[in-house]
């Protein structure tokens, strides 16, 4: 799955060779989304002094409807706090060409900067990037429209209606199409389009839109409006998602990944947001591994594991690049993952050169690390060390963020307002409208029916001593090794591991388990191992051990607990993968407060979901 090419005319006009027409009026895109998408849907007078804007958009094409809405968001003293975008796009193009098509506009050429940034690994599904600390989103949804709608719920406040003329792309205008469009409207939502096509108004009104010309962009002479108010009731499939007006005070009881991450989603949403732990600083418990490692998982058949991971590591990725000193906190490292059985096959279509970000290693990659060519491996492009604990206080400092250490929660009383939290000896430690239990393990204390698992860790780790070599490119497959990274001084440690006891919750470290970490980096990389020999010989090597929460199908949880326990929630069970999925799951844990669009499609955010088991 290649980009799409596009085709420039001399006059600087694109043009798609697919469709065998223009992405936008020769009169200019920009004028075009101004007066044909924004004015027709009220915008930006509509969005005044709303906590949220919701756009949904069909034809992402090259950006600049985006583009032209951020601009104005961000021009808007009056702006909701988060602006949504969710578009749908079947034929993503290269950044160099959104980056060519905004250069024809000043004010747009940053902003195209940014999103070339983050286009990247557009494989087929959902794709959420963010921009200004998190408070402009988009959604892409590559793939072809209808299956794209299909699996996506939320109610739009405007609607974008672009993509080919409907002679070149009739699915894009087909009755069905706009038929699932107008089941993301409510009343009142606007809706806006260049083609004034008779089938295309017939079948808006036969859908509930009050729509009408209006004056167009020449060379077009008119443009089509429209409202959603039909003179019929709605029967949607199920309830709408709940949707939290006012944001008030909301309690997380843990400090670790899944605490913070979601600490600052809901506070960038104008939460206050008190997290406590029993431990006097954050990071103290699974989370606070010398240094972790953020890689996808990859099979075959591109399987649920597989497609959540990636999900989650480009939600994790745009917090580390926002929030983080590479080099220091973190390092875009890639890395290369040996595959012991010798199955380094990939989904049908993946290839070197892209989207995809994964792929099987060749010789030069191997051979940087010092392996053999012909050793079994995959590499990972879109992969990285980190220092969790720096990720963390990074995301408990946003504003509207209090830690609280020392806070050991013994018990929890729904009162009539929300929540109250009171330690061993029975002091009220705060009042809560809302509790999220990110505590780990410890999170069965308080959701007993969840099935979780404590999974007892062990790493070794030390540092470099003066002429030892190790690689500088992380590595994983039975166990893991990173090394080259700066401690608090500067000076590089290394870390192996890690050993898997479930439910045994001892956070004393064994000379089993050392034993069993020095033979498992034997395995993975013998010269390293070899060049560790006298480290641990010479007990200069240390152990650290933590307790993973797993649940009982190794995803993470995130909802509700129980239903008798309104505004009660989880976001737990992260288990070895806790920089995969934190921020994945606090933004779904947020979307889902306040009826935003779903950072992922909605069986996958099921797949998540506490109502699974």
């Known amino acids: 799955m290649n980009a799409e090419p596009v085709a420039w005319r001399a006059d600087g006009v694109p043009r798609s060779e697919r469709f065998d027409d223009i992405y936008h009026t020769e009169t200019g895109a920009l004028a075009q989304s101004r007066h044909v998408f924004l004015g027709g849907c009220g915008l930006p007078e509509a969005w005044a002094g709303q906590p949220q804007w919701l756009i949904l958009e069909t034809g992402f094409g090259l950006g600049l409807n985006f583009l032209t809405t951020w601009q104005a968001w961000r021009s808007d003293s009056a702006r909701p706090r988060m602006l949504h975008f969710v578009s749908v796009e079947a034929h993503p193009v290269s950044p160099d060409d959104l980056l060519r098509a905004a250069g024809a506009y000043p004010e747009l050429a940053s902003l195209a900067g940014e999103l070339a940034a983050q286009w990247h690994g557009l494989l087929p599904g959902f794709h959420r990037l963010a921009f200004d600390e998190g408070r402009v989103l988009l959604t892409l949804c590559i793939g072809d429209v209808q299956p794209m709608l299909r699996a996506q719920r939320f109610e739009a406040d405007s609607i974008f209606l672009d993509g080919f003329s409907p002679q070149q792309n009739p699915a894009m205008w087909s009755e069905d199409t706009l ?149 220091r906190d973190w390092r875009a490292s890639g890395v290369l993952e040996r595959r012991p059985d010798g199955d380094v096959r990939v989904p049908p279509g993946w290839s070197g050169s892209g989207p995809n970000e994964s792929s099987p290693a060749n010789g030069a990659q191997l051979a940087a690390v010092g392996l053999p060519v012909d050793v079994p491996a995959l590499w990972h492009a879109r992969a990285a060390w980190v220092r969790p604990h720096r990720l963390i206080a990074a995301w408990l400092r946003q504003p509207g963020v209090e830690f609280r250490g020392g806070c050991q929660v013994a018990r929890l009383e729904r009162h009539a307002n929300g929540w109250q939290l009171f330690d061993p000896a029975g002091e009220l430690l705060t009042d809560a409208d809302r509790v999220v239990i990110c505590a780990g393990f410890e999170s069965g204390r308080f959701a007993p029916k969840l099935p979780l698992q404590p999974v007892r860790g062990q790493v070794a780790w030390g540092h470099m001593a003066d002429g030892i070599e190790l690689p500088a490119t992380p590595l994983n497959g039975d166990g893991h090794l990173v090394a080259r990274v700066p401690d608090a001084e500067g000076s590089p440690i290394w870390l192996a591991g890690a050993t898997f006891d479930r439910d045994s919750t001892d956070l004393a470290p064994t000379a089993a388990d050392s034993d069993a970490n020095r033979e498992r980096l034997a395995r993975l990389h013998p010269a390293s191992a070899a060049a560790l020999a006298p480290s641990f010989a010479h007990g200069k090597v240390h152990s650290w051990v933590g307790i993973r929460c797993a649940s009982g199908d190794r995803r993470p949880l995130v909802g509700p607990i129980d239903a008798e326990a309104p505004g009660l929630w989880a976001c737990t069970a992260l288990g070895s993968r806790g920089l995969s999925f934190a921020a994945l799951c606090a933004e779904l844990l947020a979307a889902q407060w306040h009826a935003e669009p779903l950072p992922l499609q909605a069986t996958l955010a099921k797949a998540l979901g506490t109502q699974r088991l």
């Open 179 to 327: 038929k699932a469009v107008s089941r993301f409207a409510r009343q009142g939502t606007r809706i806006a389009t260049w083609t004034i096509a008779r089938a295309v108004r017939d079948a808006l009104a036969q859908f509930g839109f009050t729509v009408e010309k209006r004056q167009g962009l020449p060379p077009k002479r008119d443009c089509l409006h429209g409202l959603f108010a039909p003179a019929w009731t709605v029967r949607r499939r199920g309830p709408m998602p709940e949707r939290i007006g006012t944001p008030g005070h909301c309690a997380v009881i843990g400090a670790g990944l899944a605490g913070a991450a979601v600490a600052a989603s809901l506070a960038r949403r104008g939460w206050q947001v008190t997290v406590l732990d029993a431990a006097e600083r954050p990071a103290s418990g699974a989370s606070g591994l010398p240094v972790g490692m953020l890689a996808p998982h990859v099979s075959p058949d591109d399987a649920l594991l597989s497609r959540l991971t990636r999900a989650g590591i480009r939600a994790t990725w745009i917090e580390l690049t926002r929030l983080l000193e590479e080099g």
